[in-house]
């Protein structure tokens, strides 16, 4: 079962809907619309509303694929950024992600299996002017996974960051592309690769089209 964290656009949207056609998939998106069977609304930043949504979805299999795509971004030069929109995008991106994972890692680890795949970015790696707080949200991501990776290892548990570049429809499209756009494709198949490869826990694996 894959739980897509952030579907109600951009790449989230495009990856809930490949994988409904093809298994049972849930999504969620922030709370500014009407709740379905395959679609929850969702606060990440919310810890109580995360375990809540965990205990309420269905998990009829036992096998989860968690794919954390929830992610704001604001632009600006940190001299002329206001704090409150700073801690925004942190607590979104990597606070959020971490609700997120804390609230189904117990479900996993009784299971012993789970997939974990969180959305990174190129910006935490080039140094893109006016990107401070997504980067610093982003590369927080890198240090995380590699710590719950070690403390799940045994568990048949694996976690890794796809680092994205300049994707169609993703937040890369806001900031002018050097390079060709990467399509929804190349990160399907990442995940496809990263599901089926237990022994691939605790990476980070860059998605840029050799941009560096």
Known sequence: MKIIIGASGGIGSKLFYHYQALEGTVGTFL???????????????????????????????????????????????AHKALGIEWQNVIDVNLVGTFNVIRAFLPYMRKHNYGRIINMGSVVAQRGVAGTSAYAASKAGLWGMTKAIAEENREKNITINTLNLGYMDGGMGRRIEAPLELGGIDDIINAIDFLVDSPFVTGTSIDINGGLI
């Open 31 to 77: 709370r500014n619309g009407e709740e379905s069977e395959y679609m929850w609304g969702l606060d990440v930043t919310n810890g109580q509303d995360v375990f809540n949504f965990a205990n309420e979805v269905d998990l009829y299999d036992g096998k989860i694929t968690l794919i954390n795509c929830a992610g704001i971004s604001i632009n600006g030069m």
